[in-house]
């Protein structure tokens, strides 16, 4: 088992910044991929970013690249999410995930479902 916990959520002004972490605790050895997913209100959860536990190699949906970072530091099991610019519709819940299965393909890096561990989520809510 994989423990997630994110923090770091809050309100900010549109073209403002705001950092999210999220711990990993348990097995976290057996981690292949941290994302970054988010859920709009009344919407479906959507991939937000992610990155390979071991090589760092990310990847962006193409509504925030350019805005946010994903980074890990492997030292203290944490990913971290700095978002920048940010847009009244990045108001969304943000979950951590963590993916275990190793495979470098767009479905696993993108999927909700190929996800094995979810944190409990961090509201980000941008005022225009």
Not at 73 to 93: C, G, R, W, Y
């Amino acid at each position: 088992q994989v423990q997630l916990v994110e923090s770091g959520g809050g309100l900010v002004q549109a073209g403002g910044s705001l950092r999210l972490s999220c711990a990993a605790s348990g097995r976290t050895f057996t981690v292949y991929t941290m994302g970054w997913f988010r859920q709009p209100p009344g919407k479906e959860r959507e991939f937000v970013a992610a990155i390979r536990w071991m090589t760092g190699r990310t990847y962006y949906a193409d509504s925030v690249k350019g805005r946010f970072t994903i980074s890990r530091d492997n030292a203290k099991a944490m990913v971290v999410l700095q978002m920048t610019s940010v847009k009244p519709e990045d108001t969304a819940l943000y979950y951590c995930a963590a993916g275990t299965t190793y495979s470098d393909t767009t479905n696993y890096t993108t999927s909700t479902d190929k996800y094995a561990y979810w944190g409990q989520g961090t509201q980000v809510t941008v005022s225009s």
